[in-house]
Every structure is written in C-alpha cells, then in structure tokens.
C-alpha cells in the first residue's frame, strides 16, 4: 500500500475488533500509512474532530440527544473518557479503541500501529454490526436497512479515514 492510498484489508489478527469476525457478523477494515509516526491518541483525535465527523457529531447531538465537542474527543483520545456522544469504550489497547454505539448494535474501531520501517503509521478504521437474529426464522439477518446503506457505508469509512489522515498530516506539519 502507498503512502495515502486507502485500502480493504484482511482485520489485523490482534485486533480488539475481530471478536466480531465471524460468519454471522458484519465486520469490514480499511487502512492507510502516513509518511511518518502519529500516536494513536493523535489519531484518534483527529478522527473525531474531522469537518466531516463533526457533521454526524452535529446530527448526533441534534437528532438524537447524543452531542459532544472536540475536547470531549481529547478526553476520548487520552483515556479519560468512557463514553463519547452515542458511543462507550468497550475495549482498549495502548493502540487501538474499540467503541459500542449506546443501544450494541455497531462498533467502530480505530487502530495506529508503526510500520517495521519506524518511518510510517498504520492508521486502521473498522467497524462491525452485531446482527439482530430475526424472531420467525431465528437466523441472524442483516435488514434491508443496512443492505441498502451499504454502498454508503464503504465511502463514508474511506472518507472518514482519509479526513482523519489529511488532519493528522496537517498537524504534524504545523508542528515542524
């Protein structure tokens, strides 16, 4: 993969996400390398505080009585935090944050990992569906809903990660 290329890959064996791989779930993973080393804390803060994250944050707080603000996503990034708008941590690891959208139907999962060369960060953007199991067949079912979002779905996460890329690069040139 090239540096700001985002890519579907295979979920890293170690990550809090693959508890939901299976052939019952919905699990999908999309990845991108920075040309140079970004901490997970950063990643995840930039992730949040995107122009276009802070739309869902928007509908989020509008809609659904979930708002939140950039410092609540510091304190999400830092591991202070618990909780964050409509999501709860249910997992973390020095490089990865697992969240729980607050009724445990989705997860979204971001992971930074330094590539062999110590040159370049990993950044990792993943989500899951927890499917509900449908009451006349008792076999899970993914719902028209999701099906027809799908398509959505994909752009949106390759969106989201390059957003969250962009900012961090951004960041770390402002820096130098």
């Known amino acids: 993969m090239r540096s700001g290329s985002i890519e579907k890959v295979p979920l890293p064996d170690d990550a809090l996400l693959s508890r939901y791989r299976s052939a019952d779930e919905f699990t999908d993973c999309y990845s991108t390398r920075i040309p140079f080393i970004a901490t ?9 505080t995107t ?3 802070k739309i869902e944050r928007a509908l989020l707080g509008l809609v659904a009585g979930y708002p939140s603000t950039d410092d609540d996503a510091e304190e ?9 708008s409509a999501w709860r941590v249910e997992a973390r690891a020095k490089d990865q944050l697992l969240l729980s959208d607050v009724r445990g139907r989705t997860r979204s999962w971001l992971m930074a990992e330094h590539s062999a060369s110590g040159l370049e960060t ?6 899951a569906v ?3 199991e449908d009451p ?3 076999k899970k079912s993914m719902g028209w809903v999701f099906r027809a979002l799908g398509g959505f779905h994909k752009l949106y ?8 890329a ?3 690069s951004r960041c770390a040139a402002s820096d130098e």
């Not at 997970?40 to 949040?48: D, G, K, L, R």
């Not at 999400?76 to 964050?84: D, I, R, S, T, V």
């Not at 990993?122 to 989500?127: A, H």
């Not at 996460?157 to 969250?164: E, P």
């Open 40 to 48: 997970h804390s950063a990643f995840v803060y930039s992730f949040y």
């Open 51 to 53: 122009w276009l994250f």
């Open 76 to 84: 999400l990034a830092n591991g202070a935090a618990e909780n964050f």
């Open 122 to 127: 990993i950044l990792y953007f993943g989500s």
């Open 130 to 132: 927890v499917l509900p």
């Open 136 to 138: 006349r067949t008792g």
């Open 157 to 164: 996460s390759v969106l989201l990660l390059r957003s969250a």
């Open 166 to 168: 962009r900012k961090l």
